[in-house]
C-alpha cells in the first residue's frame, strides 16, 4: 500500500506550506505495515471523509490522503483536521 498525505491551510488567515509525506508500507515492519494499512484502509477513510468536521471550525489543516491499494487502485480523500481521530494523527506525525 502507498500512503500520500498533503496537509493544508493556514492559522489566523495565514497560509501555511503544504507539508507532504509518503509512506510505501512494503517497506516497513510487519507490525507496522499492519497499523498503517488497518488505519488507512479506504472504507475507514471514506467513513471520516463523510463525517466532515465541524464547519464553523477555524485554523484547522486540511489531509489530502491518497492511498493506492496492493491492486494499484488509487483512492483518494480531503478530511478536516478536526474529524480525524488521535491514533490516526499520531500515525501521520510518525511517517
Known amino acids: 500500500m502507498l ?3 498533503v ?3 493556514g492559522f489566523g488567515g495565514v497560509a501555511t506550506p503544504p507539508k507532504k509525506l509518503h509512506m ?3 517497506a516497513t515492519s510487519e507490525e507496522k505495515r499492519q497499523a498503517y494499512c ?3 484502509d479506504p472504507d475507514a477513510l471514506s467513513n471520516l471523509s463523510v463525517d466532515g468536521g465541524n464547519p464553523n471550525a477555524a485554523d484547522l489543516a ?3 490522503i491518497s492511498v493506492t ?3 494499484g487502485e488509487e483512492h483518494v480523500f480531503q478530511i478536516q483536521e478536526d474529524a480525524i ?3 490516526l494523527l499520531d500515525l501521520i ?3
Open 3 to 5: 500512503i500520500e498525505i
Open 7 to 9: 496537509s493544508s491551510g
Open 24 to 26: 510505501d508500507t512494503a
Open 38 to 40: 488497518d488505519a488507512f
Open 62 to 64: 486540511l489531509y489530502t
Open 69 to 71: 491499494d496492493d491492486q
Open 85 to 87: 481521530p488521535d491514533e
Open 93 to 95: 506525525d510518525g511517517m
